[in-house]
């Protein structure tokens, strides 16, 4: 164990995740308010944040890419909005992050709801 009382290999594991933060939101609901301020205050505060960019078009699949970043980032925060479960992306989305939490015991964070 090292001094702060929490052993190298779960130390190694913690900090081998590439981002801090996962944000799973509905983009038409949410890019370019709620969502588009929680980003800004998590990068000030050097928290490296994903945030999917360009957003997805009907008919498009969640891509493997996606899904990975969810993988590698220590916590998610799932931000629920009026349509946010009328998305099927976002319930993908969703499900992918708790079985990541229940894979890895990451933290899922889901107070946020912009109604």
Known sequence: MDAGGVS????S???SKKYDVF???RG???RNTFTSHLYAALERKKIKTYIDEK???KGDRISPALLEAIRISKISIIVFSKDYAS????LNELVHILECHEENKDRVIYPFSTT
Not at 8 to 11: K, P
């Open 8 to 11: 190298s290999s779960a130390s």
């Open 13 to 15: 594991l913690f900090t």
């Open 23 to 25: 944000v799973s939101f």
């Open 28 to 30: 038409e609901d949410t």
């Open 55 to 57: 957003g997805l078009e």
């Open 87 to 90: 998305s099927s992306w976002c």
